[in-house]
């Protein structure tokens, strides 16, 4: 019995002495793997708000989502019904959509802008960008495209973090309006948090490299046209 005892004991501490250094590098994995989105959390603080709270800004960049059919998901819905109270309360002055529309038969911002106009925003008052394919496409060609200085980022809270640190990356006085859709999707919220960490990596790798969307073009006057509509 005694003897059952101590093989098992030291084959336990030999075991441990073997995983010590998978352990370690495993942990250090973790921690490199969870930096950048403790960076940004840390890093755009101060620019993430409330519909209520926030500053007023020409502009809301509202970032796409999937789309079923002609109806926006419910994470896209959230983030149109989060711009529609931002225009509402005079806190934008403009909105611009900016998604997915890389394939026939599948149109994120003309989505968007039905969802919006049905809301009762003005038509002439929400631009469409079509080449919004990932979050760092969508602030450099806010930017660069259509002419965005200063503008409020709406999306889910979870995305808000990197999306406000890209944007700011980007050259755009930005700030955040976050959706909690905690409430009403619990499984795919805690999910979005999750794919954030490994989301964070390269959005590191974008900033750090100045990637070039896919499509960049001639600018385009619709935001501007948007801002001096009445």
Same mark, same amino acid.
């Given at each position: 019995?005694?003897v059952?005892?101590?093989?098992?004991?030291? $084959?336990? &501490?030999?075991?441990?002495?073997? =995983?010590?250094p998978?352990? +370690?590098?495993? *942990?250090? #994995?973790?921690?490199? !793997?969870?930096?950048?989105?403790?960076?940004?959390?840390?890093?755009?603080?101060?620019?993430? $708000?409330? &519909?209520?709270?926030?500053?007023? =800004?020409?502009?809301?960049? +509202?970032?796409? *989502?999937? #789309?079923?059919?002609? !109806?926006?998901?419910?994470?896209?819905?959230?983030?149109?019904?989060?711009?529609?109270?931002?225009?509402?309360?005079?806190?934008?002055?403009?909105?611009?959509?900016?998604?997915?529309?890389?394939?026939?038969?599948?149109?994120?911002?003309?989505?968007?802008?039905?969802?919006?106009?049905?809301?009762?925003?003005?038509?002439?008052?929400?631009?469409?960008?079509?080449?919004?394919?990932?979050?760092?496409?969508?602030?450099?060609?806010?930017?660069?495209?259509?002419?965005?200085?200063?503008?409020?980022?709406?999306?889910?809270?979870?995305?808000?973090?990197?999306?406000?640190?890209?944007?700011?990356a980007?050259?755009?006085?930005?700030t955040?309006?976050?959706?909690?859709?905690?409430?009403?999707?619990?499984?795919?919220?805690?999910?979005?948090?999750?794919?954030?960490t490994?989301a964070?990596?390269?959005a590191?790798?974008?900033?750090?490299?100045?990637?070039?969307?896919?499509?960049?073009?001639?600018?385009?006057?619709?935001?501007?046209r948007?801002?001096?509509?009445?």
């Open positions: 019995m005694i059952t005892i101590v093989r098992r004991v030291w $084959a336990a &501490v030999r075991a441990r002495r073997l =995983a010590g998978g352990a +370690v590098a495993l *942990a250090l #994995a973790g921690y490199a !793997a969870l930096l950048p989105t403790g960076w940004f959390y840390a890093g755009t603080a101060p620019h993430r $708000a409330s &519909v209520t709270t926030v500053e007023a =800004a020409p502009v809301a960049l +509202v970032l796409g *989502a999937a #789309a079923w059919g002609d !109806a926006p998901s419910p994470f896209l819905a959230g983030r149109l019904d989060a711009a529609a109270e931002l225009y509402r309360a005079g806190k934008v002055r403009a909105i611009l959509v900016t998604g997915d529309n890389s394939r026939e038969g599948y149109d994120e911002p003309t989505v968007m802008w039905n969802y919006l106009t049905a809301k009762g925003i003005p038509g002439h008052k929400v631009v469409r960008d079509y080449a919004g394919f990932d979050t760092w496409d969508s602030c450099v060609r806010a930017k660069r495209i259509f002419g965005v200085e200063r503008a409020i980022v709406v999306t889910q809270t979870f995305h808000l973090p990197r999306a406000v640190a890209l944007c700011r980007a050259g755009l006085e930005a955040g309006v976050g959706h909690d859709s905690m409430a009403t999707a619990a499984l795919p919220t805690c999910y979005g948090y999750f794919r954030e490994l964070s990596l390269k590191v790798v974008d900033i750090a490299t100045g990637r070039q969307p896919r499509f960049l073009g001639p600018q385009e006057p619709g935001v501007r948007a801002l001096q509509s009445p």
